[in-house]
Every structure is written in C-alpha cells, then in structure tokens.
C-alpha cells in the first residue's frame, strides 16, 4: 500500500538530508486530525521520530504568550495601551539607542513615547534581537552581555515605540508582565490558561526528566550541508521565557492552533480570538528578517512580495496562495526550524517541527512548502467533485 502523501513527503526530505526527523500534525475538515513523523531524534541518536517527541519551538512560543496577555486584558487585569512601567518599573523611562560615540560607546536618549503591551504584541516596541540588528549586538559586546545575559529588561529600543515594525524581544518583555499582573510565574499562568485546559501535557518551559528523554536533538547545518549534534538548548532565564522558552510536541501545538481556529476552543475570549486574527498593521516587509549572526538565522522573508500584516499575535497573509493557505491565514515559526499555519477561511491548520540551526534552513523550508500544498491538496475536493456537488446542488 503507498504511503501517505504527507507521509511519503516528510520521509522524502529526511532522505534528502533536510533533516535527520521531522513530525508533523494536520488539521483539515475532511480528515480532522492526522499526525506524522520521520526519521529519527538526531544523527547520534536512533530513536525514531514518534508523536510523544519533544521539540525546543523557540518562537513558536510568542502566539501562545501573546493569546495569555490577551486573555489577560478581557479580564481587565491588563491593559494594551497603558504604559508597561507601572508594572515594569525598570521599562518606565525607555531609552533610544542613536548610535555610538567615538570610543565605541552607545549613545542614548529618553524615549519620547511609553512602552505599552500593545507595541510588544505587535513588535512595534523598538524592541529587536541580536541575530537581526548589529546594533543590539555591538550594544551587547559594549556592555560585556549577551542576550541571555541582558534579557528581556537589559535592551535600549531601536526607535520610539510605534513607529515602524522589528522582530524583538517584545514577547518576552509581555510575558514579564503577565507575570507582574497575575503574581505568578509565566508557566504557572499558561497552565492553568492555556496548557491544563486544551490537554497540552507535553508543553512546558522546565520538562521532566522523563521528557528530556523524549527530545529530539539540537543540530548544526554545517557548511557541507551535513548536520552535527549541539548540546541541548539549556531552560531560558525567566526574562527571555516568554518569547521563545518552550518545549512541545507538534500534537500538542496543533491543539492550540485549534483553538484559535475554533473561536477559542472554550478557552480563548472573542475578544482575545479578535486581536489575535485582527491586522495591525499591513506591509509587504511585515515578517521579514535580515540576519546579522548567521550561524543562528539565514535572512527569512515569508510569503515573499505578498501583502501581508501583523496582528497582536501571528503574521497574516492578505493574499490567495495558489494551492496553499488562504487570506486572513495566521503563521509564524521558531529559530529551531519550526514552522506552523492556520487557516480560518478553511479551517486547515499545519505543524512541522524540525530542530536544527541556523533558521529559515532551504532545504527544510522546502520540506514545509510542499507540506502546505500537500495538505492543501488532501483538503481540498477536486474541482471535478466540487463542480458536481455545485450541479447537485443546483439542479
């Protein structure tokens, strides 16, 4: 019996060398649920890819953070537009970074605008990271940091708040406050929210022993293209926890992706559901990252040239994609080659967890490409069966 065409496709790129596994989780209202893996955790390590396995998702981790603040402020326990220093003290006076003096020293001025909860869910804060600004990073070297050294409170902003859009560590900052507004920390806050409700036993910022065993393997694309083993990703300090300190399965991510395609799925308000698919701002840049340290990040540019916006929580496409997601569809990814979709117009949702640097890898985003349009393809009826359910239906 042939294999599955999803299924044929993700083995395929495991022998093509894009990765040494993957797994992957669909959602479609013809097949409901379907799950896949191939390959095995790592090169040095046999065990087969399987659904149980536990993937570091990075940045797949700000849509889940970003839906909590939201939920957050229907509650009335945050506000969007207030200034984030009444929780935050430390980000009261926000300091713009304008450039370095002749000896190398960052020059800073009072920021003219506050920080809100809205500019780090959009990523309109001035907040950025080191792989996508050489000025974070020779701020860092300045100060003898590093990103995990500074976190989330030990950054200046690029520019005022509001004024244009800049991947950053916006998220994280958000998850501070979460913290701030509840008295909790951030994992406690996403359990009893997010995690406990939709049955996401496998997503977790500290995983057990007994998880850590189910992990698959960090690598390395190295210059030959082959793939070298790195040392676990360590648990992030709790100022960069809520931009990209998750661990997951691509089952249990699917769960919260459904959700925010059900409208909530009972644990999500319509307001939060709202922001969440609502654009902020539109441009055809929107998402796209140019990287000053390559060995974490190619440059990324997803859905090249199309209009595109951003909404308090996800990248949305504004454009039809031939055989592939609809406008108003929601994504977004994580450094580890990570990448994920939902679709409301269709109600077709897709995850497809590799674990490998640097990010936006060629050979895995072809993988992800051609998994969007194969489940595209199971989704959607052939125009020969659409055409007479419409003459059924007409007659």
Known sequence: MAAHPIQALIEAGVAQGAAPGFCAAVRTPRGGTQLFQAGVRGVADPAPMDDGTIFWIASCTKAIVSAAALELVAEGRLDLDEPVGRLLPALARPKVLTGFDAAGAP???PAAQPLTLRSLLSHTSGL??????AEVVRYLEHHGLSLVT???LGLPLMFEPGDAWRYGVGIDVAGLLIEAATGESLGEVLERMVFGPLGMADTTFDPSPEQNARRATLHARLPDG????LDPMPAMPPTLRGGGGLVSTAADYLRFLDAILDGGGGV?????IAHLRTPHLRGRSLGALKSVLPQMS??????AGAEKAWTLGFLQSLEPADGAREPGSLSWAGLANCYYWADPAT??????FAQLLPFADPQVLAVFEAFERAVYAEARPPAAAAGLSTAAADA
Not at 128 to 133: E, G, L, S, T, V
Not at 226 to 229: A, D, F, I, N, V
Not at 347 to 352: E, K
């Open 298 to 303: 190619n440059d990324y540019e997803p859905l």
């Open 226 to 229: 082959s793939l070298m083993p």
């Open 268 to 272: 999500f308000s319509p307001q939060t």
């Open 128 to 133: 950025a990271y080191d792989f996508n600004c």
């Open 150 to 152: 500074a976190g989330g």
């Open 107 to 109: 020059v800073l001025r």
């Open 347 to 352: 109600g077709v949702a897709g995850v497809l």
